[in-house]
């Protein structure tokens, strides 16, 4: 609580927060492990009534851990306590498929899905920008299985891939951008990222496209009610297809794992 009116006080409004990151992670600092039995009375019992007498309006949610353990947060969801002040779930990809996501919202469709954390990279002199198969892994599965959003690790880091705890913090994990004084390098985060930040706006809603192998996709309708289509090959051959809507067609390709985004 005491975090939260400190940052409104500082003009930041929180939209939402976890209990804790990586609950079932041990290595991690400064955090601990947490079984969903004490997450779950902590929100019920603690949090969410402590928030509800303030007037706190930041949601609550769930988990923040990896969909390999689904019966984590789909016990807090069942939970009568804890999950009346719980809005969704939120999840990784460390461990685990996108496609888990949707057994989460099946099992509570009036509860929400986030994917909060995940770390896309290459290693130090890598020749070209590989985006196909975390796009196609993280954002693209992540949004087609009902993550309302997507949030990768992190937005920027310096050469040394800091600042982090040292002990736990990731000694390789780079952000979308690197920070070297006044010098910015980019990322395959970044240009994995742009490939739908600068399309997909916020109130935009997911619409139905098909897949074809190797050919992911996911397809938005904008609030502007324009249609952006995200397709990544990650095949290592040039794969040509078919855009369809509404009785028009388009023939277009993507060379080897690559990335296209399409708007009309």
Known sequence: MKYIQGMKAEGINLRAITVQNEPLNPKNTPSMVMFATEEGAFIGKYLGP?????????????????????????????????????????????????????KVHEAYPNKNVYMTEQSITQGPGA?????????????????????????LWNLAADPRFGPHTGNGGCTVCAGAITLDGDKAAFNVAYYALAHFSKFVGPGSVRIGSSEL??????????????????????GNFPTQFYIVYHGMSASTSLPAESVGTYVW
Not at 59 to 87: C, F, R, T, W
Not at 138 to 144: A, D, M, N
Not at 219 to 225: I, K, S
């Open 127 to 151: 020749e070209t920008i590989d985006i196909a198969e975390p796009v196609s892994r993280v954002l693209i599965g992540s949004t087609r299985n009902w993550s309302r959003n997507v949030l």
């Open 50 to 102: 402590a928030f509800r007498e303030a007037g706190i309006t930041t949601e609550i949610q769930a988990y923040d851990h990896n969909p390999d353990v689904l019966s984590y947060p789909l016990s807090i969801l069942a939970d009568p306590m804890a999950g009346k002040y719980v809005v969704g779930t939120a999840l990784h990809l460390y461990g685990g498929d996108s496609r888990e996501f949707t």
């Open 213 to 234: 192998e190797q050919l992911s996709t996911v397809a938005f309708l904008t609030p502007e009610g324009k249609v952006v289509l995200l397709a990544a090959n990650t």
